[in-house]
């Protein structure tokens, strides 16, 4: 099966895009994975779907893979590159559309300096909808995490988050902790897990080690998950620039009950074909 596909990248966050609005793809997870893999494959941290309206309400539907072959819910970063994405191959000549995914709708807007701007939706903080399994709904939780205890922030953007704070990101532990917590039996579909550095209250520095794809040099719900957990916790006040590995998103939010917006930037890479088994 030949596979046409756009190499693109939200801020060095990679992915593969397959228009499938003309005809279906059939994606195994061990499809995704030959195709997420950077030495065997094209390689990409996350596979994005590019899939025709199944509701008279929205303009695509949006389908998420991480490079370990799973689906997800929402991807911050890939948004940005979706609305690129089908303006630049003529599937739409509006510059704000409105896409279904998994975990609802999100509307991204391609603005005039070439930026990008999502309104991702309300972040969810209920433990069980995130999923988080805890007995509070307290802001700031203690999680164990081997020998440490961590005080977390749970946060669904449609997809679960688990944001601590820390000193500095470059010497947090990311790599080796991130795992863990990913994997963690407290959050029963796993997690993304996020360091946030608070520079000043419009400032931070973060890292995610990202659920399916290890750490990322940016992650668009991570960032917007990261916000919110900050303001909830009185750090951040909206809006606030948020310095990923990659470079720079900007993230804002009013408060519980209202969506997060986000804006940074798209880039189409290359074009490319690729036989798959
Ligand atoms: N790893 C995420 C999906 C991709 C999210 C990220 N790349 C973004 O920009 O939001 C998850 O399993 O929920």
Avoid at 137 to 155: E, H, S
Avoid at 188 to 206: K, S, T
């Amino acid at each position: 099966m030949k596979l046409r596909f756009t190499k693109m990248h939200g801020l060095g966050n990679d992915f593969v895009v397959i228009d499938a609005t003309r005809a279906p793809v059939d994606l195994t997870p061990a499809r995704v994975k030959a195709i997420a893999d950077r030495h065997f494959g094209v390689g990409c941290d996350q596979l994005l779907v590019v899939e025709p309206a199944a509701r008279p309400d929205v303009d695509f539907r949006y389908r998420i893979f991480n490079a370990d072959g799973g689906e997800v819910e929402q991807c911050g970063n890939g948004a940005r590159c979706f609305v690129r994405f089908v303006h630049d191959k003529g599937l739409t000549d509006k510059a704000e559309i409105r896409v279904e995914t998994r975990s609802g709708i999100i509307a991204p807007r391609l603005r005039a300096d070439g930026l990008v701007t999502v309104d991702m939706g309300v972040p969810e903080l209920a433990p069980a909808k995130v999923p988080f399994v805890s007995d509070s709904d307290a802001v700031v939780q203690p999680l164990q995490v081997g020998g440490d205890t961590v005080a977390i922030t749970a946060v669904s953007m449609g997809n679960p988050h688990a944001v601590q704070v820390v000193a500095d990101v470059d010497a947090a532990p990311v790599v080796e902790q991130g795992a863990r917590i990913e994997r963690h039996e407290r959050f029963p579909a796993r997690v993304n897990a996020g360091f946030l550095q608070v520079v000043d209250a419009h400032e931070v520095r973060l890292r995610v080690f990202e659920r399916g794809a290890g750490e990322t040099l940016a992650c668009g719900t991570g960032a917007c998950a990261a916000v919110v957990a900050g303001i909830l916790r009185g750090l951040l006040e909206t809006p606030v620039r948020v310095h990923t590995r990659g470079g720079e998103l900007e993230i804002a939010w009013d408060g519980p009950g209202t969506p997060v917006r986000m804006t940074g930037p798209a880039v189409t890479v290359f074009e490319g074909e690729m036989e798959l088994a």
